[in-house]
């Protein structure tokens, strides 16, 4: 993996991501929006009642405008419209780790 | 009589493989109901144009299709990890054409058959567009059947 992260957490929906993301210390979240058990957005809106300000970033069909302003609202930092490309990703991740460090 | 959105369909799909997969697939008349259809995923749109959307893969369309996303050799991928590609590709098919219809519309969660002579009954849902692709010796067949 590139832009410096070297270690990869996988989740299988909303409820194992919230686990992981108490029990593990987290840089950056790359969530789905449509999600078994606890979507994207009831993610990030528990994440953020936790007091949290890790970044998240939306990788999602949910392209209409109300639904990006839905997620920003919840606390999304940053969306990624599905289909992308490697290097869309990736640019994504440049950005923040040269916010980062 | 409902709106087809079969050329849109046929651009998401396209769109999706390429971006995605980096696979060029190329549209044929030819209908994949040979009985070749080894996994069927099927995502629901709801609100207001109720729509289901299935999308069938033969046997080699889901192995290719595995591989090329998950950058991992055809041999290596599982029958887990088809159905999780299948799954995500009609996902974004489904969220890609979600945007296009008149809203608000709402996007279910993906289901995945596997099995062979499978057949898939939307339940008060007729056949309003059916597109078949190809790639290497994959077959990819698209349907999106509409609740009236």
């Not at chain 2, 997969?21 to 008349?29: K, N, P, S, T």
């Not at chain 2, 889901?62 to 991992?72: F, G, I, R, T």
């Amino acid at each position: 993996m590139a832009s410096g992260f070297n270690n990869i957490v996988e989740a299988a929906d909303g409820n194992e991501a919230l686990k992981v993301f108490k029990e593990t210390q987290i840089s950056l979240i790359l969530t789905d929006w449509n999600m078994p058990n606890k979507s994207g957005i009831e993610l990030t809106r528990d994440i953020r009642a936790l007091g949290s300000k890790v970044p998240i970033y939306m990788i999602t069909t949910e392209s209409e405008k109300n639904r990006v302003l839905e997620a920003i609202q919840a606390g999304v930092n940053d969306y990624l419209v599905k289909p992308f490309t490697q290097k869309a990703l990736q640019q994504k991740l440049d950005k923040h780790c040269a916010a980062a460090c | 009589m409902s709106t087809s959105y079969a050329c849109q369909l046929a651009e998401i799909a396209q769109t999706i493989f390429a971006t995605m997969l980096g696979m060029e697939l190329i549209r044929c008349e030819q209908q994949a109901d040979d009985g070749s259809e080894r996994l069927l995923a099927t995502v629901q749109i709801t609100g207001q144009c109720c729509s289901s959307i299935v999308l069938g893969l033969s046997e080699s369309a889901a192995l290719e299709a595995a591989s090329a996303m998950l950058q991992m050799p055809a041999s290596d991928a599982s029958a887990a990890d088809q159905r999780d590609v299948a799954a995500e590709l009609v996902n974004m098919i489904g969220g890609n054409l979600k945007s296009l219809l008149p809203g608000p519309c709402f996007l279910s969660l993906p289901t995945v058959v596997a099995g062979r002579e499978v057949e898939l009954q939307v339940a008060g849902g007729a056949l309003v567009d059916d597109l078949t692709f190809a790639f290497g010796s994959g077959l990819y067949r698209l349907r999106r059947y509409v609740q009236e």
